[in-house]
């Protein structure tokens, strides 16, 4: 009989041999429970609990939640983030079933649950989400080439295919990377009125005006007061840029960006890949925003600029950006009370705002 309990030290070990027989059993190594309970506690902005599923001293089941707040039609709602439910039912037919008493444990602490990522609709956890009734929705992917040839040459996830790399290597060599960079010049609209682009440090008093006028145009979305994004966004984490756009009557929106170089990515290569990884603005300033914070990418010489959007304000401004779009591997699960928040969800979800910064943020980039 399964039985739950906090993940603490004592547990360590157990949790090593649990990853060990999942990954036997072919589990991919970045979906590994982590093997040192990470530091939490219920006084931080973004509080995560840890639960193992035991029996005796076995570990054969494990998720964790991270305690967030959402706005949701204005009003403001204890949601948790539903992350890396592992159960060894994957690999021993004896525990098929432990992801379902997963979840509904989960559901326990926290009715107002959701997935953001997944990466797939076939893996098991969206499949077993969509038969217990959770709604799935697409994040919109959109990228840019900024090194359309470089993009061509390098861009990994796309190469593994032996036709699809033949294609791409006579395209880098007749030409193809100028066809992408005209078509995007000739989607590419610029904003209208004056604008600053400025970094800062850290996000002040400006951010959470603009997250008090901002929040009421969405249907759903995370808490963006200057105390969570600091919290989201460190100024320790020297990875994350953050831009302040202002116009002469003042602050009209922020981005945070990554550029990173990558180094034999599984995705991505050896590309320079920009980030566009949160943002948000007064509503008719998204394009400005999306503008300045590609500008600002460009000149830091990146090969690639990448990002995911739910809001149709913000995917329209990354179409008028010049940017195109493609598969996305980032979905939306919430829970039957939470999509009930977003009723009629067909209606609501396309006035949702999820980013890269959602969810666990941006991993792997």
């Not at 590994?32 to 931080?44: A, I, K, L």
């Not at 359309?148 to 593994?160: C, F, G, I, K, M």
Request: glycine share 8%.
């Amino acid at each position: 009989m399964l039985e739950f309990v906090p993940y603490t030290r004592e547990w360590t070990d157990s949790v090593r041999a649990f990853n060990q027989r999942m990954l036997a059993g072919g589990l991919e190594s970045e979906l590994c429970f982590p093997e040192e309970p990470p530091p939490s506690s219920p006084g931080d902005l973004l509080y995560h609990e840890y639960f193992l599923a035991v029996e005796g001293t076995d570990v054969h089941g494990a998720y964790f939640l991270t305690h967030e707040t959402w706005s949701t039609n204005g009003d403001s709602h204890h949601v948790c983030n539903f992350r890396l439910p592992l159960s060894e039912g994957f690999v021993n037919p004896r525990y098929k079933g432990t992801g379902i008493t997963l979840m509904k444990h989960a559901l326990e602490r926290c009715p107002h649950l959701y997935c953001l990522g997944l990466g797939d609709k076939k893996r098991p956890l969206p499949k077993m989400l969509i038969r217990q009734n959770w709604p799935i929705a697409d994040t919109a992917f959109y990228f840019r080439c900024v090194h359309p040839r470089e993009v061509l040459r390098d861009l990994a996830w796309l190469r593994t295919n032996p036709g699809l790399r033949l294609v791409m290597d006579a395209a880098a060599r007749s030409g193809g990377g100028s066809g992408i960079a005209a078509l995007q010049r000739l989607r590419t609209q610029q904003p209208f009125g004056e604008m600053t682009v400025s970094t800062a440090g850290d996000f002040g008093d400006c951010a959470d005006s603009l997250w008090n006028r901002a929040r009421p145009a969405f249907s759903m979305l995370a808490d963006r007061s200057s105390a969570v994004l600091k919290a989201r966004y460190p100024a320790s984490d020297p990875r994350f840029q953050r831009l302040v756009i202002g116009s002469p009557s003042g602050m009209i929106g922020w981005a945070v960006v990554l550029a990173t170089a990558m180094n034999h990515h599984r995705h991505f290569g050896n590309l320079k890949v920009g980030t566009i990884v949160d943002s948000l603005a007064l509503p008719g300033d998204e394009h400005r925003v999306i503008h300045a914070a590609t500008r600002v990418l460009e000149e830091h010489g990146v090969d690639l600029i990448v990002s995911n959007q739910s809001h149709r304000s913000w995917r329209t401004a990354f179409e008028q950006s010049g940017y195109l779009s493609g598969p996305t591997n980032r979905f939306f699960t919430p829970s039957p009370a939470l999509a009930r928040l977003l009723e009629p969800f067909d209606q609501k979800f396309p006035l949702t705002h999820l980013t890269r910064g959602d969810g666990a943020g941006p991993i792997h980039l």
